[in-house]
């Protein structure tokens, strides 16, 4: 707090607080442990006080406040738990229930679900408003999300965070009055919109109108088909956001028991995608140096985020051979898993079942891409999201916490730092820097952060000094930047290098697949805890993960060789509105 700050008192129920001039209702509420209930409201996100379930009583005022929206003021008497409060509270959740599919047991979001919570808190059990539900289909036409309109209660979080956050804008809201619903333009499947399936939507939704594809049933039938080899790889920021819906504190590191769970579910081999990780740096980072060397396109921009790449397909078509053809650290390893690996387990591609552990939902719709596959066969069969995995670890009854930890297995489970950190905005650019450096210079580097490249900041810069000349980079995260930096690369006029973008706030760690209730907050803790599992590693730089070396030299030559190409390297392309999921 600015010891020069003017400060402001007042009650609250009585009690006698002291918070910051301009401090919310709801917030100076917090301070002393009331949560005042809210719907529409999201700490991350623009005030927009639709819900009213904030309302609290003021001396003085004839009529109810919105507590998200109304700034305290010196002398102000607050009181939220009255019975005209409780009344009006109770009020507003009758009439969200009168339109609302009470189906709770069937829903994805049961026990996970803000209006479910509500009803639960005020003691609801049953509506005593007739329904005026309109009936009206899930609409699943697309690998990444499923809108279910009759869930939806019209809050508009999902609305500020694909146009604040994404600055797309795929959904909005139409009609008037008791008709307006939140819907796509002339009410569209999502994937025939500007959509790129990023899932930041699903992420705030606070019922189940919004959710990922529910794909962990394909995955206990694959664990229960015994002519079935099941292996699964874990993303990097997975392992510091699982924790959460366990009670453990935002950013707990989880590996261990993550990877134990994972065989308690019966995955024949759990591997780490972060090996993926550090085989992408070995083949982007080559890239990126035969580009600088031999007058290639640049800036060269990474091509991990599988949400970014959709938006460069769709909104910068003319800018595609911008991207780095390296695919990404899921599909790397899902190509080499039914190659090198099924060559060493004695197995046919075919027998292999890939699982995917992601933070991500556009992850889903990049699996199924018929670029990420061959010989008919796809490089990873069924990805599910963070949520899917805390799913059905609670369906087999485990408690992460409580559980002992194990290794991965091996050969595709030792990485290095620099894979782990991929998760993290800046992470990529940084892993990148660490190979990039020691290649161009024959030298050991000192010092493997890049901090310039760290933080929660929109865009950051720096100039890496290399002999014979200076590298510019850039790092974004969220579409509403990378939008700045395309327009730069557009006009011709950008002057960078080398470029990191990711789709989703903070990163991997940020990912619209995460455990529902990441906040701003949050993801800066779990970056923090990805930077702590790069810091005590031993092996901190990709090219020195000996089993990378062994790949190498077992199987695919060297970087950009013409097996690296055919396995780990793909293109992109314009895509015309709507997806084609043929």
């Known amino acids: 707090m600015n010891e020069s700050q003017e400060m402001v008192k007042l009650t609250i129920n009585n009690i006698p607080i002291e918070v910051p001039k301009g401090t919310k209702i709801m917030q100076a509420a917090q301070t002393i442990g009331i949560d005042i209930p809210h719907l529409c409201y999201h700490e991350d996100q623009r005030i927009k006080a639709h819900c009213r379930l904030?309302?609290?009583?003021?001396?003085?005022?004839?009529?109810?406040?919105?507590?998200c929206s109304t700034e305290v003021w010196e002398g102000m008497d607050v009181h939220t738990d009255t019975q005209i409060v409780r009344d009006t509270q109770v009020s507003i959740l009758q009439l969200m229930l009168a339109n609302h599919h009470k189906d709770c047991l069937s829903c994805p979001r049961n026990q996970n679900c803000d209006l479910q919570r509500l009803c639960s808190r005020f003691n609801i059990l049953e509506s005593h408003l007739p329904s005026v539900v309109?009936?009206?289909?899930?609409?699943?036409?697309?690998?990444?999300?499923?809108?279910d309109p009759s869930k939806c209660i019209r809050c508009g979080r999902c609305i500020r965070a694909c146009k604040d956050v994404q600055g797309i804008a795929a959904l909005t809201y139409a009609g008037r009055s008791s008709d307006i619903v939140v819907t796509t333009a002339f009410n569209k499947p999502m994937e025939a919109t500007d959509c790129i399936l990023c899932g930041q939507c699903s992420l705030v939704c606070p019922t189940g109108a919004i959710v990922e594809k529910d794909d962990t049933q394909k995955v206990l039938d694959a664990l229960q088909d015994n002519t079935k080899h099941v292996i699964v790889q874990v993303a990097p920021s997975v392992r510091v956001a699982l924790g959460d819906a366990f009670g453990l504190e935002p950013g707990a590191i989880v590996t261990g028991q993550m990877v134990t769970a994972l065989k308690l579910l019966g995955f024949d081999k759990v591997f780490d995608t972060n090996f993926g990780a550090d085989l992408t740096i070995m083949e982007e980072g080559h890239e990126f140096l035969h580009r600088l060397n031999n007058d290639g396109v640049l800036p060269m921009m990474t091509s991990c985020s599988p949400g970014w790449v959709n938006y460069m397909e769709k909104h910068f078509p003319s800018c595609i051979d911008h991207l780095s053809s390296a695919k990404s650290p899921m599909s790397m390893f899902g190509a080499i898993a039914k190659t090198y690996y099924a060559q060493q387990a004695g197995l046919k591609p075919q027998e292999i079942v890939t699982v995917s552990i992601m933070p991500c939902t556009a992850k889903k719709f990049e699996a199924a891409r018929p670029e990420m596959g061959r010989d008919g066969y796809q490089d990873v069969d069924i990805v599910l999201t963070t949520r899917e995995l805390i799913k059905l670890i609670k369906y087999v009854g485990l408690s992460i916490g409580k559980l002992p930890e194990n290794d991965f297995d091996s050969p595709l489970g030792l990485a290095s730092g620099a894979g782990a950190i991929f998760g993290a905005t800046g992470g990529v650019m940084e892993a990148a820097l660490r190979t990039v450096y020691e290649k161009v210079t024959g030298k050991t580097l000192e010092k493997v952060e890049f901090m310039d490249v760290r933080g929660f900041d929109g865009i950051k810069?720096?100039?890496?000094?290399?002999?014979?000349?200076?590298?510019?980079?850039?790092?974004?995260?969220?579409?509403?930047?990378?939008?700045?930096?395309?327009?730069?690369?557009?006009?011709?006029?950008?002057p960078y290098d080398f470029i990191e973008i990711m789709a989703c706030p903070g990163g991997c760690i940020g990912g619209g697949g995460q455990p529902i209730g990441t906040t701003n907050a949050i993801r800066k803790q779990r970056i923090a805890a990805l930077y702590e599992i790069d810091r005590t590693l031993p092996i901190r730089k990709s090219h020195e993960n000996p089993d990378i070396q062994t790949l190498y030299q077992d199987f695919l030559g060297e970087p950009l060789s013409e097996r690296a190409h055919e396995l780990l390297h793909t293109h992109y392309h314009k895509v015309d509105k709507p997806y084609q999921f043929d």
């Not at 002999?467 to 850039?474: C, E």
């Open 54 to 67: 904030c309302s609290v009583e003021v001396t003085g005022k004839k009529r109810l406040l919105a507590a």
């Open 134 to 147: 309109k009936e009206e289909p899930r609409i699943e036409t697309n690998p990444s999300i499923v809108r």
């Open 461 to 494: 810069e720096a100039t890496i000094h290399l002999p014979g000349r200076d590298v510019r980079i850039a790092v974004a995260h969220t579409l509403k930047n990378a939008r700045k930096i395309m327009e730069q690369v557009k006009k011709g006029t950008s």
